[in-house]
């Protein structure tokens, strides 16, 4: 006899992953809060030493400062990942994807808003839009996804560049997503103005976004001139 599952046991279910996937990551990114323990750490002394003689100031650690010396923690011991479980290290890696993964919806959503305003004119230019704001909003909240492991569930910080990288790229996976059942749903307004415009905010928030990934991990000046 198939036992049926209501609401709750649903719910249940979808708390235990919950916490099964918080959890994990928790020991999987050891190395990263290293990193950035570190970057915090090379801040204060900085700071403490740019001090005037005899000032007792206490400085405060500047997110800014902290990510453009990324670069200079490499040569940090390393993490010994033969001592952690099986489970923190696959999520260590799923993590790690996060990169690699981001680069297809700010390929997808560009290449579908320059399709549909073409596609205006030359009908034959619209046939990819549908494929290509459906794979982008299909792969852009896995990202999403991928990024929270990466960086761990950690819903507040002080760094505010990691919050605001963490929090908007939230909201393109959703926007995405939306976007994705609109143009699955209505394939006849691919080309609508409606559908331009929405295509037209997510390639400037996957821009924005974009930047502020690289900063995470290059430093505010990535793209300085």
């Known amino acids: 006899m198939k036992r049926n599952r209501g609401p709750v046991g649903i719910g249940l279910l979808v708390l235990a992953a919950f916490t099964f996937i918080a959890g994990s990551p928790a020991s999987a990114h050891e190395e990263h809060r290293r990193q950035r323990e570190a970057a915090l750490k090379a801040e204060q002394m900085r700071q403490q030493v740019a001090l005037q003689p005899g000032s007792v100031a206490q400085s405060k650690p500047d997110p800014e400062a902290m990510h453009t010396q990324m670069g200079e923690m490499m ?4 993490v010994d990942r033969s001592k952690m479980s099986a489970t923190a290290r696959l ?30 004119r030359r009908p034959a230019f619209a046939k990819p839009v549908q494929f290509l704001v459906v ?18 569930f ?10 605001f990288h963490r929090w908007f790229g ?29 295509l037209g905010v997510m390639t400037a928030a996957m821009v924005i976004q974009g930047w502020f990934g690289g900063a995470l991990t290059h430093g505010m000046d990535h793209m300085n001139w």
Do not use: C, N, Y
Request: hydrophobic share 55%; glycine share 14%.
């Open 135 to 152: 794979a982008g909003g299909i792969i852009a909240p896995i990202a999403a996804v991928l990024g929270w492991i990466d960086g761990g």
């Open 170 to 198: 939230t909201g393109v996976g959703v926007g995405a997503l939306a976007l994705a059942i609109w143009a699955l749903r209505k394939p006849e307004q691919d080309r609508s103005p409606g559908m331009i415009f929405g």
């Open 154 to 163: 950690t819903l507040a910080t002080d760094d505010w560049l990691l919050s």
């Open 91 to 120: 999520f260590d890696w799923i993590g790690r994807l996060h990169p690699i993964i981001v680069h297809f919806p700010i390929a997808f959503f560009p290449a579908a808003f320059f399709t549909a305003i073409v596609g205006r």
């Open 75 to 78: 040569d940090m011991p390393k």
